[in-house]
């Protein structure tokens, strides 16, 4: 018998995409009893001493691959609802307030077109006696920690959201014309930092946005791709759009897997009047340590962006190296924070995620569940750079640029 060949379907995979669960377990305050101010390391903020304390629980799908570009969006459920509910955040409450235990099975349905997955986790909650926990409110003088925090937490004291958390006050995507928010909150601070976000493509509008990180170079998530063809805008700090055609597109792989970051090459330069943003450093625990119950650089705020160019509000939790290392962020717990936070939703993907420092902004990742982080892909970004200036045949010389933590303290 002749063996004509195989036929593979799928790409060889069973399923149309399939995904991971990241699970982010922390302590949580239930009937707090004192508080006092403390400092640890970089860190000042209140130690609470709680009567009860519970967990909490964060789900976070971490997408491995897709057959196609379509978004896709999660459901979540619990067999248990009564004890431990979950919602649309992927949240998980714990709803008895007395000391036990309780378990629940949560199901979690990935939706790509017609195409699902489904899959379970076993949580168990346990709320116990009365335990210490810390709440992050700054950084200690000197430290990196206070540099990252004080450009948004000073922009945000007092700020509105009602008239200061769009980024313009319109766009017009069809004339088009945009006109910058003069009451955006760091719009007095990081104006020119700003400029490195795309608020429009020819592909999706609003959706599927870029960040530049070098003037020919842009950044996106690899699931939700512009691809060679594409135009995108830039609006300079004087609302002058300045306009781009995406000449090569590729993923960024890490150590052979396929992160969810996309890399494409514009077919010129940007010009002066657009400030590509720097990526924040890998090696930043020696500046910013992780404390006693935390993650090193825990509770730094990072400003995002969504669909509707507004800007949003999120707290790191950490950097993991793991397969990939990739960030994960949460609701803030601060209150001026907090009112400028929205849940991210469908289009919000391939937004970056910033932190601020100085006047500028510094990119960790762009949206979607626990992102790649840049900081930990210098080698591959720059490998990606010369990747397609071959290709395109236009060696560009650019490369990627870090921020740098070594004039604050070391600890």
């Known amino acids: 018998m002749t ?31 004192t508080n006092v101010p403390y400092t ?42 009564t004890e431990i509910n979950i919602n649309a955040a992927g949240q998980v409450a714990f709803l008895v307030p007395t000391e036990q235990t309780s378990s629940a099975t949560i199901t979690i349905v990935g939706t790509n ?35 990252l925090s004080d450009p948004i937490d000073n922009a945000l004291a007092g700020a509105n959201p ?32 700003l400029t490195c976000a795309s608020p429009w493509n020819s592909r999706q509008g609003q959706r599927r946005a870029g960040t530049a990180i070098t003037p020919r170079h842009a950044m996106l998530a690899a699931h939700y791709p512009l691809l060679a063809g594409d135009s995108l805008r830039f609006i300079a700090s004087d609302n002058t759009i300045i306009t781009r055609t995406v000449v090569q597109s590729q993923r960024i792989y890490y150590n052979g897997l396929g992160t969810d970051g996309q890399m494409i090459l514009l077919d010129s330069d940007l010009p002066a009047s657009i400030t590509p943003c720097k990526l924040f450093p890998d ?26 160019e507004k800007g949003v509000m999120y707290d790191l939790l950490r950097v993991t190296d793991s397969a990939i290392p990739s960030v994960t962020l949460a609701n803030p717990e601060l209150p001026d924070r907090a009112a400028f936070y929205e849940r991210i939703q469908t289009g919000d993907s391939g937004n970056p995620q910033f932190a601020a420092i100085g006047t500028e902004l510094w990119i960790m990742s762009c949206w979607f569940g626990s992102g790649p982080f840049y900081g930990g892909l210098v080698s591959e970004l720059n490998a990606m750079i010369t990747t397609l200036d071959t290709l395109q045949g236009d060696i560009t010389g650019h490369t990627v640029t870090v921020g740098d933590l070594s004039s604050y303290t070391v600890y």
């Open 3 to 33: 063996t004509l060949g195989t036929v593979s379907i799928n790409e060889g995979k069973v399923l149309r995409l399939w995904f991971e669960i990241d699970q982010f377990r922390e302590p949580t305050s239930i009937s707090p009893d």
């Open 40 to 81: 640890e390391d970089d860190k000042e903020g209140t130690r609470y001493t709680t009567a009860n304390t519970g967990e909490q629980v964060t789900l976070t799908p971490n997408v491995i691959y897709a057959l196609n570009d379509t978004e896709i969006s999660f459901a979540y459920s619990s067999d248990n609802p």
């Open 113 to 147: 077109g017609a195409a699902t997955t489904t899959r379970t986790v076993l949580i168990t909650l346990t709320v116990s006696g009365a335990s210490v926990i810390d709440v992050i409110e700054g950084g200690v003088a000197g430290s990196a920690r206070k540099a």
């Open 162 to 193: 009602a008239t200061q958390q769009n980024l313009y006050t319109s766009q017009d995507h069809v004339t088009p014309a945009y006109v910058r928010n003069s009451n955006f909150f760091l719009q007095g601070t990081h104006a020119e930092a």
């Open 283 to 308: 090696g930043y625990e020696t500046y910013l340590p992780a404390g006693a119950t935390t993650d090193a650089a825990f509770r730094i705020p990072i400003l995002t962006t969504d669909f509707e």
